[in-house]
């Protein structure tokens, strides 16, 4: 990026010409594209010539949003999804085979756990390891281990991993490093700094920001030498190593899944993206405020954020991130009933999802990590109580005055 953050995102698609001089990339909803020399439409199967064949395999309006999220992680190349999970299974089922061997994160988002638990019926071996200190990392890497996969701040307790070492540790391996970047956005963290080889973001949270459309992505940095991968069919070895991975996600998980990113929704999460700069530093600059007021609040026992200098990894946050981002969690004294409180709430909305424009605020163990069952609850440390707070844009002081009376009352 050789202009700033926003205004690369702004003037993206401008880099192209827009019929009309339209100044957004239209919504391209066509799901065939008719070719006057149906020679040409044959080079574009066989992927001797850029463009596009059916709607499954893309259109012109995520072809733009994927430009945008490459630039935001400088990346060499993205495929868009659905939704995030359809971006981190499709990642999975294009580049994994029975035998193979994980080592993950312990600290996951609850359907990415899930996921990683049905990856192990199908003959993939998944380790969870507390990430948090890459010692633990290295100490589960084994001959069959194809990839190691991060959160960068872990949901709901919000663990840091310890993305720079595990970068290094990979890279000393010649082992992928796949790090799920949601929690951060590339405007608070870019993995490629500490050697990631293939970023995930849910579009849905952060990047998209208004709750409005879902969606996923895969970044390829262009760092990891796919001729040491030996997961990579043959058929796709015609096209340059740099890019045999992100076109092995493209065929196996994007075109044979099916989880494919409409125009419409990826018009939105476009529009979305470009006030993420300004999204973030507020919603940020709301919690670390909050998370100090709540720290301070007799009525709350426990506030886990990076921001707060308590937290095990504030250091290591405060190294790798703009700011310390916009999720936090919350134990409330003992006698408060976590419903009541949320029911007492007026602003905050008790709903799923984070990253939204609204705060939002959910009791987790009876909801998103309910299925989980309490064993894997407790090694992940959420306690029945916790409640998890994904801090929006409003206006600090009506969030305040709104935590004052639900915990007063
Ligand atoms: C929400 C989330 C996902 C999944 O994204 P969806 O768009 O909801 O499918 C994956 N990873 C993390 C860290 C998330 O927060």
């Known amino acids: 990026m050789k202009n700033g953050f926003t205004t690369t995102i702004l003037h993206s698609d401008l880099e192209s010409p827009i019929e009309h ?11 065939a594209f008719g070719y006057p020399d149906a020679r040409d439409l044959a080079k574009v199967f066989k992927g001797e010539a850029p463009g596009y064949a059916y709607g499954r395999q893309g259109n ?22 659905s939704t995030g999970m359809a971006a981190i299974a499709a990642t999975f089922v294009a580049l994994l085979r029975a035998g193979d061997h994980v080592v993950s994160s312990s600290f996951l988002f609850g359907n990415t756990n899930s996921l990683f638990g049905t990856f192990n019926t199908l003959g993939c071996e998944i380790s ?9 990392v290295a100490r589960a890497i084994r001959a069959n281990t194809r990839l190691v996969f991060v959160e960068t701040i872990a949901n709901p307790r919000t663990q840091v991993a310890d993305l720079a070492r595990i970068g290094e540790l990979c890279a000393s ?11 951060t956005s590339p405007y608070l963290y870019q993995p490629k700094r500490n050697k990631a080889g293939l970023i995930i973001n849910s579009l849905t949270k952060y990047i998209g920001g208004h709750g409005n459309a879902l969606g996923g992505a895969v970044t390829d940095t262009g760092l990891f030498d796919w001729t040491r991968f030996s997961n990579i069919y043959d058929n796709y070895k015609n096209a340059k190593p ?32 470009e006030t993420l700069a300004l999204r973030m530093e507020k919603s940020s600059d709301n919690a670390l405020q909050l998370a100090r ?78 299925e989980m069952g309490p064993q894997r609850r407790a090694e992940m440390g959420i306690a029945d109580s916790l409640i998890r707070l994904s801090i929006g844009i409003e206006d600090l002081d009506d969030l305040k005055a709104d935590f004052a009376q639900g915990l007063n009352g």
């Open 293 to 370: 007021f709540l720290a301070g609040h007799p009525k709350v026992t426990k506030v886990y954020y990076p921001g707060l200098e308590d937290h095990p990894q504030h250091r290591l946050a405060k190294e790798l991130f703009k700011t310390f981002g916009a999720l936090m969690s919350i134990e409330l004294a003992d006698g408060i009933d976590c419903f009541d409180f949320l029911n007492r709430l007026k602003l905050v909305i008790s709903a799923s999802h984070l990253g939204d424009n609204r705060t939002l605020a959910i009791p987790v163990a009876h909801t998103i990590y309910w």
């Open 21 to 31: 001089f339209s100044v957004h990339k239209p919504m391209h909803a066509a799901v």
């Open 60 to 81: 012109p309006t995520t072809t733009a949003l994927e430009v945008k999220i490459s630039k935001m992680e400088d990346g060499i190349a993205t495929a868009c999804f």
């Open 173 to 183: 391996h010649g082992l992928l490093y796949v790090v799920d970047n949601t929690m």
């Open 128 to 136: 969870f390891v507390d990430a948090t200190d890459v010692e633990n």
């Open 242 to 273: 740099a890019l045999w991975g992100i076109l092995q996600i493209r065929k196996k998980g994007l075109r044979d899944v099916g989880s494919t990113l409409a125009a419409e929704p990826a018009h939105r999460l476009a529009t979305g993206a």
